[in-house]
């Protein structure tokens, strides 16, 4: 669950990628794995780790607040 927004959706797992979309504070996006970029300090951590969405998007993990189902596994 995003915890603070709304947050760029991104091409690639970095701000110098292309911003492709925005998820709203709140909601919910469907992480499938997560990799290691570039390191953001965002509202809820500072990490290099970004999720990957079921749409082939990424988003930071700085700034989501909650992961449903467990954590999500390595890309």
């Known amino acids: 669950m995003i915890g603070s927004g709304p947050l760029n959706l991104r091409t690639g797992p970095g701000t ?4 492709r979309g925005l998820a709203a504070t709140y909601a919910h996006v469907p992480i499938q794995c997560y990799v290691t970029g570039q390191t953001v300090s965002g509202t809820c951590r500072t990490t290099n780790r970004w ?3 079921a749409s082939g998007q990424y988003v930071s ?3 989501i607040s909650a992961v449903y ?3 999500a596994p390595r890309c």
């Open 16 to 19: 110098g990628y292309a911003a």
């Open 51 to 53: 999720n990957r969405l």
């Open 61 to 63: 993990h700085a700034y």
């Open 69 to 71: 189902g467990g954590a």
